[in-house]
């Protein structure tokens, strides 16, 4: 399937599930996606997913109490200055669940455009805005390359007889991978520079024609739209 | 006409007095292939990149004289411009790619620079079957080796078919057969090629001219017969030959693998069945050809790994130095991040400093260092936490001959206290440091020093 379709799909999924009224279709949505993400390999895979769930979680925890909402409480606390009567409702549980089950499919959505889209492909597809493209396929490749940077500064700790653990200690790497993530990022800039990049008169590997698969995907991302808005 | 040509050309990076370079003039013609020698931040990969437009375009910092490549002034033309009359292998090649596949990452500098669509993709498949990598095309970049990286990045620079080709360290990261092909290839070109190296001994071989650059300023510009004689007389560490050392035979083993396997994915061995020991007072060099499982070898020794199969009996404590440590820098000071492995003991690091040469650095950045130099602040973090089994895996990658000869004699000054274990590339230096080398490529261990005396 052509990069343009796929993404035109996941995108497709997002706006369906933002759109959508009903918790259960928004977690079909969200379940579709991971689904889809568990066709990326297992080692790549898990800091997306860890990402999406810890964040949903986090959602659905708050959001009872930052809400005011229903009248059938499930719990009331004490009084907190400034935030008033602690409680949570029924109806506040299932809003939370609602908005979690929508940051859970946008996360996925991510996540499956970070693992399974052909990012080369879709460079190279990008007839407009093609910087903004470049741009965003980069940084989409940060988390894995954080990922092993972090690895290999583990190791190379554990070579000096520095062990590595507790949260704090694994907080404390951030602020190096940060810096070695800038240096990373100037090095590339020098050598794509280097290589011609921001010449105007750049032209592309020809496309792959439009297959049926291809279209019968744009079909179905309009659809999911448009069902999503309406039905739901 | 020459190719390219600098005259009188001086620079200084932002914020730093010192030029990188001074009053160089330089005139590279047709065809040439000049091999730019100089320690470690002599100002070789400012050269380069001045050659490349990049300095001062990207760098910025003082500027004087004038640098023109292809009949262009670099001042009044962007690198950008430059690119396809000019193509450059920087040091790192992990740094320079931009996409996720073989054939894409070469394709990239042909679309930059306008090649008609229907010629970009034959191009670069010729491009990398010319650097023997034509079966890597379709294949994930994160999949390579960093030797099958650094062809890869060639093939990109190649594909340009430039006038002028500049590569930076190109065989870092290079087994000597790998690296001695891409030379050849390199020079067989027709193209002009500047290459930098610290490694002089296999390019003086298919090098036309030599160019020595020291504290930024060239004192010496010769064909390469005539610089042969002028390094033996004027930098002996850069025309040595590789010395034997007397053979030493170590006393207690303080590391024994035994039938060791190993892999990282179940369906291949790195590492099968491997049995080697580790003993005091003896420096052992793990040599073999890129992929072979020389760093899985080492990190297996050092505790890093478990074997599959097999065991790995350790008496004592390890240490290990990675490749590419330049990248693993935590602290923000020198002597803080070299006492980061001894519980924050700074006089004990500012020694293990000065024992690697960098008296005095204690307070810098250590980003702010060149890459030889970080190399040896890396080593320094190992060497003071003074293990019973010390782990190098290719502690020389941009290290200047004298600097090596400096490490190796003090490898072999302190091998009594422990074992040691080296992995290297690197021809000269295994022959220096090693009381016995290890070819993971051959199935016998062969003892190098016997070999060298018959």
Redesign the interface.
Known sequence: MRTSAALALLGAAVAASLLARHTASVAAIALVLFLVCLRAPRGRRWPYLIGTAVSSLALFVVTPFVETLGSHPVWTGPIVPVLGQLDVTHEELASALFQALRLAAVGLAFAAYALTV????L??AAAVARRSV?GVA?AT?LV?TLER?AA??V????????AVEGLRRRA??VS?LL??SL??GL?????????????P??????SAPWRAIDRAAILVALALVVVGATWL | MAVAQAERLTFAYPDRREPALRDVSLQLEEGEVVLLLGASGSGKSTLVRAL?G?VP??HGGRFEGRVEVGGRDTRSC????L??T???L?Q?PE???????VA?EV???L????????A??PRAIRSLTAVGAGHLADRPV?QLSGGELQRVCLA?ALA?DPRLLLLDEPTSQLDPEAADDLLELAAELGSTVVVSEQRPERVLDVATRVVFLDAGRVVLDAPVDEARGWLGAHRPDWARKAVPPDPRSGSDVVCRLRHVSYAYRADSLVVDGLTLDLRCGEVAVLVGPNGVGKTTVA?LA?G?LQPAVGSVDLHG?A????Q??G????RERLDAEVA??VGGDLPRARRALASVGLAGHEQRHP?DLSSGERERVALA??LV?E?DLL?LDEPTRGMDPTRKRELAAHLRATAEARATLVVTNDRTFATTVGDRIVNLGESAEQNLVAAAHG
């Open positions: 052909d990012h080369d492909r460079v190279g470049l980069l490749r894995p940077d290999g500064l190791e190379s700790l554990r070579g000096r007889g520095v404390s790497l190096p810096a070695g240096e990373r090095n590339l800039a020098e050598a794509m520079e280097a290589r011609g990049y921001g010449r008169s750049r032209t592309r590997i020809p | 490349a990049l375009h990207f962007r690198p950008a411009e690119a396809g000019v193509a450059t920087f790192d740094e320079q790619v931009v996409f996720t596949h894409r394709a990239f500098g679309e930059n620079v306008g090649t008609p669509p229907e970009i993709l994160a990109s340009l990190k050092a890093l404590r240490a290990m130095l990675l590419d440590p990248r693993h820098v935590v980061l492995g980003r973090s190992v936490t293990p782990v």
